[in-house]
């Protein structure tokens, strides 16, 4: 009698390895490496999944998942006091600070965002949008010319009339836009990638979250080679997770200087002998910055909102 063999095992289901291209509270949405899209939450109580991340992802039910493991990071961008962390991106190559001729912007907030990439060997590119306001956009240029002299590159535009001159500096990064709300981010996002607006408000129904008001990252693919995270607006940037040896080293112009001081220990804020306070006297760095560096040493944890 012919008799086919019973089956009696499941077939193992395989974990697969995918991006996280937005994350919404503790649901991620994860990109596989075949295109898919799944809905995935991580494994346990267990946090600290950033936009970018590429994860590894036990598939359940149709289109949702499980993470299992983050896989190891290039870089991890993100804020912190002295009690928690927000995660901003990982594995990202530029770092895009957007500020506008108007409102104004906070010279404090750049200078960390800048500690902060400097940390994780990010590339930054400040970027003043709004430029079709003439007048204040000539003295809000005038004051980050200081960042051009210290090498940062800066570029002016008006996103909503031409994002062309942007797109070059995109091309073969994985960038990531910060700066305080208001700044034009979303409109860069929908100037650079039309069907954003589309997309976030489908998946935001999707996971039950309300109207997309960028409250939370989502990553866009421009090309092959280059894509974009659209982070939430911010007024802080709080910097506790950063050593406090490395943080004089995040304000570039501080770097001759390094290793110069009398004190092998020297903090840089009132020892005799200190090349910092040196060269301060000598005008060749500048007070403003150093007293930034002064806050974030003397304050391990600074305000965070």
Same mark, same amino acid.
């Given at each position: 009698? $012919?008799?086919?063999?019973?089956?009696?095992?499941k077939?193992?289901?395989?974990?697969?390895v995918?991006?996280?291209?937005?994350? +919404?509270?503790?649901?991620?949405e994860?990109e596989?490496?075949?295109g898919?899209? *799944?809905?995935?939450?991580?494994?346990?109580?267990?946090?600290?999944?950033?936009?970018?991340?590429?994860v590894?992802?036990?598939?359940?039910?149709?289109?949702?998942?499980?993470?299992e493991?983050?896989l190891?990071?290039?870089?991890?961008?993100?804020?912190?006091?002295?009690?928690?962390?927000?995660?901003?991106a990982?594995?990202?190559?530029?770092?895009?600070?957007?500020?506008?001729?108007?409102?104004?912007?906070?010279?404090?907030?750049?200078?960390?965002?800048?500690?902060?990439?400097?940390?994780?060997?990010?590339?930054?590119?400040?970027?003043?949008?709004?430029?079709?306001?003439?007048?204040?956009?000539?003295? @809000?240029?005038?004051?980050?010319?200081?960042?051009q002299s210290?090498? +940062?590159?800066l570029?002016?535009l008006?996103?909503?009339?031409?994002?062309?001159?942007?797109?070059?500096?995109?091309?073969?990064?994985?960038?990531?836009l910060?700066?305080?709300?208001?700044?034009?981010?979303?409109?860069?996002? $929908? @100037?650079?990638?039309?069907? @954003?607006?589309?997309?976030?408000?489908?998946?935001?129904?999707?996971?039950?979250?309300g109207?997309h008001?960028?409250?939370h990252?989502r990553?866009?693919h421009?090309?092959?080679?280059?894509?974009i995270?659209?982070?939430?607006?911010?007024?802080?940037f709080?910097?506790?997770?950063?050593?406090? $040896?490395?943080?004089?080293?995040g304000?570039?112009?501080?770097r001759?200087?390094?290793g110069?001081?009398?004190?092998? $220990?020297?903090?840089?804020i009132?020892?005799?002998g200190?090349?910092? *306070?040196?060269?301060?006297?000598?005008?060749k760095?500048?007070?403003r910055?150093?007293a930034v560096?002064?806050?974030?040493?003397?304050?391990?944890a600074?305000?965070?909102?």
């Amino acid at each position: 009698m $012919n008799s086919k063999r019973p089956t009696t095992k499941k077939q193992a289901i395989q974990s697969v390895v995918g991006q996280v291209i937005a994350t +919404y509270g503790r649901h991620y949405e994860i990109e596989t490496l075949g295109g898919s899209l *799944l809905t995935c939450v991580m494994r346990g109580k267990k946090g600290g999944v950033a936009c970018g991340d590429r994860v590894e992802i036990m598939p359940t039910t149709s289109g949702q998942g499980v993470i299992e493991t983050i896989l190891p990071r290039t870089s991890l961008l993100y804020r912190s006091d002295a009690f928690r962390q927000k995660l901003i991106a990982a594995n990202v190559t530029q770092l895009i600070i957007v500020v506008a001729a108007e409102p104004s912007f906070s010279e404090e907030l750049i200078d960390r965002c800048l500690v902060a990439a400097e940390d994780q060997h990010i590339q930054a590119l400040i970027l003043l949008n709004k430029a079709d306001l003439l007048e204040q956009s000539r003295a @809000a240029a005038h004051v980050l010319s200081f960042y051009q002299s210290l090498g +940062y590159p800066l570029l002016t535009l008006s996103a909503a009339q031409n994002i062309e001159p942007l797109k070059p500096y995109l091309r073969d990064h994985r960038s990531v836009l910060t700066g305080q709300s208001g700044m034009g981010k979303s409109t860069i996002i $929908n @100037a650079l990638i039309p069907d @954003a607006r589309r997309a976030t408000m489908e998946i935001s129904t999707a996971l039950d979250s309300g109207r997309h008001t960028t409250t939370h990252a989502r990553l866009y693919h421009l090309d092959s080679t280059s894509s974009i995270i659209d982070s939430p607006g911010l007024q802080e940037f709080g910097l506790h997770h950063v050593d406090e $040896n490395a943080l004089a080293w995040g304000f570039v112009e501080f770097r001759p200087y390094l290793g110069k001081c009398r004190f092998s $220990n020297c903090r840089h804020i009132t020892e005799p002998g200190c090349a910092l *306070l040196i060269a301060l006297n000598d005008g060749k760095i500048i007070e403003r910055r150093l007293a930034v560096y002064h806050k974030l040493r003397t304050s391990r944890a600074p305000d965070y909102k």
